[in-house]
């Protein structure tokens, strides 16, 4: 049994198995936990349940952090008076505090990056009975119809299953599944009926699994999600909880973006080395603009050449069009989410937030803060509310 300072909180982190994203998010909370060792961290994973009633039953555990089964299992915690933070992947539970990236923004976005890669079609994979597949799928679904191309969606993890239901898309289809895994085994099933990826089918996945690039035989598209920001977050949270500034209820928090990396298996573009340049760009905001060598060795072209192509398709130097797609996604997060405006920055390829707050004053002609009190949709729901 762990030994807990006077005055310190005992905090289980439970997790189905360790990934990447797991890593990250454990950092997140890490660094924003208080300082000193008034939080006592307890990482479980695997079959943690038995070690986590446990904890909760040896009345040292205060708060739980994790992907819990069911209902029950969140009212057992409360019981023995743990607070509880539910990550809501595979599920969402009424009586916890559930937070979670942003799934559909995530899903739409994914719509969006298809469709600009010439897909004629449009299908979603998912996992059966995870809370996040049926956001993502609802989300891709709609945003297809708003993009005027047909879609589809199946929920299986069967190799088989996935054959038969790439066999039957249109093509050039395109597929935005709900793991990586999945991405990767639908790549594999369309080489095995004989279709090229990304020409016939182009493949987007989720979770930015390094591992599963190399399984794949490409490099794989994907969105890597807010595991650090959550992370980060929760934690937050949980003072406010221990210092009784919120009341523990049912809340869900869709306000963490993903961010996309266009690889190899989605970019089916029919612009060329340029368009390669262009997404490269798209998912490396945070680097993008300090290597137009890089950018123009992307595209085949020396750098005169692409820079010249760059003002004729874009009308823009790389310089500029870096800048631009930088403020339009800090505009989207200051409206769109609950990041804090140093995180924004960070988000958006600017090493010092001093140096984003004068670039964004100067560019769109206001202060961030003010822009955001203007434009935040969770600023005009609460008041809309009162």
């Not at 009212?75 to 799934?103: G, M, T, W």
């Not at 945003?143 to 879609?151: G, V, Y």
């Not at 995180?343 to 003010?370: K, L, Q």
Request: proline letters at 3%.
């Amino acid at each position: 049994m762990k030994r807990i300072p006077v005055g310190g909180q005992l905090i289980a982190l439970a997790f189905p198995r360790i990934t990447e994203n797991d890593l990250a998010f454990l950092e997140g909370f890490r660094d924003a936990s208080p300082r000193g060792r008034k939080w006592e961290i307890e990482v479980l994973t695997g079959g943690y349940e038995a070690n986590l009633r446990r904890l909760a039953e040896s009345r040292q555990l205060t708060a739980a952090v994790g992907d819990f089964v069911s209902e029950e299992w969140i009212r057992a915690l409360f019981h023995q008076k743990v607070r509880v933070i539910h990550l809501a992947d595979s599920s969402r539970l009424e009586s916890a505090l559930n937070i979670c990236p942003d799934y559909f923004g995530i899903a739409e976005e994914a719509a969006r990056i298809l469709q600009r890669n010439g897909c004629g079609s449009l299908a979603f994979l998912g996992i059966p009975g995870h809370f996040s597949s049926a956001c993502y799928a609802h989300a891709f679904v709609r945003m297809a119809k708003n993009l005027a191309l047909p879609a589809t969606h199946c929920m299986t993890n069967s190799q088989t299953l996935i054959m038969d239901f790439i066999c039957n898309l249109k093509r050039p289809a395109g597929i935005f599944a709900a793991s990586d895994r999945l991405a990767r085994i639908s790549i594999e099933a369309a080489r095995l009926r004989g279709m090229e990826v990304p020409g016939d089918i182009a493949v987007i996945g989720v979770g930015n699994r390094r591992l599963e690039s190399l399984w794949a035989g490409m490099a794989l598209s994907s969105f890597e999600l807010p595991s650090y920001a959550l992370g980060r977050y929760a934690a937050q949270l949980l003072r406010q909880l221990f210092q009784k500034e919120m009341k523990p209820v049912r809340q869900l928090r869709n306000s963490f973006p993903g961010r996309c990396h266009e690889r190899e298996s989605s970019l089916r573009v029919s612009g060329g080395g340029l368009e390669k340049a262009v997404a490269y760009i798209k998912s490396h905001l945070e680097i993008a603009g300090n290597n137009v060598e890089l950018l123009a060795q992307i595209a085949g072209m020396s750098r005169r050449s692409f820079e010249m192509a760059m003002r004729r398709n874009y009308r823009a130097s790389p310089a500029r069009f870096v800048q631009e797609l930088r403020m339009q996604k800090a505009k989207n997060l200051l409206t769109r989410s609950k990041l804090t405006i140093s995180e924004i920055s960070h988000a958006c390829g600017y090493s010092e937030t001093s140096v984003f707050c004068a670039a964004f004053r100067r560019w769109i002609g206001t202060s961030a803060g003010e822009f955001r009190r203007l434009h935040c949709v969770f600023q005009r729901k609460r008041k809309g509310a009162e």
